[in-house]
């Protein structure tokens, strides 16, 4: 016989969002973690750990020219923003074949400049 997966709500988690395959997600506050963790696991759910590491964050450059390598990519971010990615990996457009995306990683710091950047690019 299957054993069920227990389920968030069941548990007494309230704020969650469920899905069908049994994951669930929790809005947690940063000053809350250790505390939410600690009743993750009392009450026997699994926690995945985030796939970027602490202190580190992703994001999207779109539009970028198709002739641009990936070091061209990183030289215009570090010019641009001031912080060096730890990673760049470049995308194609299925639709369009004269532009790209690059998948971005980096430090926080990283994120919060481009955020404050309408553009990086020039085409």
């Given at each position: 016989?299957?054993?069920?997966?227990?389920?968030?709500?069941?548990?007494?988690?309230?704020?969650?969002?469920?899905?069908?395959?049994?994951?669930?997600?929790?809005?947690?506050?940063?000053?809350?973690?250790?505390?939410?963790?600690?009743?993750?696991?009392e009450?026997?759910?699994?926690?995945?750990?985030?796939?970027t590491?602490?202190?580190?964050?992703?994001?999207?450059?779109?539009?970028?020219?198709?002739?641009?390598?990936?070091?061209?990519?990183?030289?215009?971010?570090?010019?641009?923003?001031?912080?060096?990615?730890?990673?760049?990996?470049?995308?194609?457009?299925?639709?369009?074949?004269?532009?790209?995306?690059?998948?971005?990683?980096?430090?926080?710091?990283?994120?919060?400049?481009?955020?404050?950047?309408?553009?990086?690019?020039?085409?």
């Amino acid at each position: 016989m299957k054993m069920r997966k227990p389920r968030a709500r069941e548990s007494g988690i309230r704020n969650v969002m469920e899905f069908p395959s049994g994951a669930a997600l929790l809005p947690i506050e940063k000053n809350k973690a250790e505390e939410a963790v600690k009743k993750i696991e009392e009450a026997g759910l699994q926690r995945k750990s985030p796939v970027t590491p602490q202190g580190s964050s992703s994001f999207r450059v779109h539009d970028i020219p198709s002739d641009c390598s990936m070091e061209d990519v990183q030289d215009n971010i570090r010019a641009a923003l001031g912080y060096n990615p730890s990673k760049v990996i470049l995308v194609r457009y299925k639709e369009r074949r004269n532009v790209q995306m690059a998948v971005v990683e980096g430090p926080a710091e990283l994120m919060e400049t481009a955020i404050t950047r309408r553009t990086i690019f020039r085409i």
